[in-house]
């Protein structure tokens, strides 16, 4: 019997960390969804509060929202 594999990619955004500027947050968000949409596998963004609470991220996510692959949660 043949089983079927199924893949999801979750990638856990955010915008805060003490640890990384803001700015390098968001350049890997966005180098995120090149390469999600570069290759044709389903994909999850979880996105922390201080995420959505930014007007840059959310707008990013609506400028792909064509993408059938990507799927968007929240992470809580």
């Not at 893949?7 to 960390?17: S, T, Y």
């Not at 995120?32 to 996105?47: D, N, V």
């Not at 609506?62 to 992470?75: A, F, L, R, S, T």
Request: hydrophobic share 40%.
């Amino acid at each position: 019997m043949k089983t079927k594999k199924v893949i999801n990619i979750i990638n856990f955004i955010r915008a805060e960390d003490p640890r990384v500027e803001q700015q390098m947050l968001y350049d890997t968000f966005k180098n995120q969804i090149a390469l999600c949409r570069e290759y044709p596998m389903p994909y999850t963004f979880l996105m922390q509060y201080d995420a959505i609470a930014r007007p840059e991220y959310v707008q990013l996510l609506k400028d792909n929202e064509d993408d059938e692959n990507m799927e968007i949660g929240v992470w809580i």
